[in-house]
């Protein structure tokens, strides 16, 4: 006869059983999400830094890009967007910190690299070679079988023409396009370009614009792109990272950057909190963000001025200064990091 506690035991030994299964179930089900999310990560970055003796280059960075975006790295010169480009590349080595690049990490990230095409600073082309010369060698240097490759990048950076012309007749811009062209020779899944549109004049600047689209639209290439110049960069990135001393101070998506700059009214009031309370409940405005310092953003044109001077003031609550403003996206960059150059 089967006692009672026999039967207690095996309710209980099974009940432990479904408890850790449940449990192998959801760590399954966190590692699958992980894995997803970095597969979908191409980039991605944690708490990476670089250090030269007392000189902090680049400050513990985390960063991340999905598959797919253009990736806009804004800052002035010496900002750090040479630094971080280099550790990503695996072309300077980080103090501290974590690369994953197509969520592969350590002694996988050679591979990894393979799928990368970058242009960083000023590509190394032999000066008495031809263009087409230069770009076979790293064909064959890069083990790139196809040789049609050549014919094709020169192409689409427009250089068919000067193919057969030495390096060093080159212009400033050309030079450029044949680095845009070696970036391009493997077919990457990723680009990586350090102020690549550097002595461009303006046809040229825009004819790259269209170039970078079509290889983030058309064949799906992830971009990440820096420049100290915004404007370069607005009409094509989809995300924004803005760095400075060394620092990534802010980032955001660009759509989100542009309702920042949108036309609105800023007022600086003696108390926020009641001003706030104020403009809901006798204008009902909802759209406003309260800065520092009891200043008050109010998405709305001018036309409210008036109205909104009349209501705090019956409430007594003292308006220092009301305008309305509207920043281009180069004034919200330069007036997050200053306006002065690094040397």
Known sequence: MISL?????????FSVGQAIIGVLILNSIKKRKVRKAMMQ?????????????????????????????????????????????????????PTTGEVALFGKTGAELAIARRRIGAIVEHPAFYPNLTGRQNLEYYRIQKGIPEKGTVDRVLKNMGLEELANRK?????????????LALSLLGNPDLLILDEPINGFDPMGIIEIRKLLLELNQKRHITILISSHILSELENIITRVGFIDNGQMIEEMEIDELRKKCQRHIELKVDNSEKAVAV??????????????????????????IPKISKVLNDARVEVHSITEIEYSLEDYFIGLVGGAQHD
């Open 279 to 304: 403009l809901e409940k006798e204008l009902g405005i909802m759209k406003y963000e309260v800065l520092r310092d009891h200043v008050i953003q109010v998405h709305a044109g001018k036309d409210l």
């Open 5 to 13: 506690s026999f039967l207690y035991g095996l309710q209980k030994i």
């Open 167 to 179: 390096f060093k007749a080159y212009s400033l811009g050309n030079k450029q396009r044949l680095g």
């Open 41 to 93: 990560a191409v980039i991605k970055t944690k708490q990476l830094s670089k250090k030269y003796k007392d000189f902090t280059a680049l400050a513990p960075t985390n960063l991340t890009l999905e598959k797919g975006c253009i990736y806009g790295l804004v800052g002035k010169n010496g900002a750090g967007k040479t630094t971080l480009i280099k550790m990503l590349l695996g072309q300077t080595t």
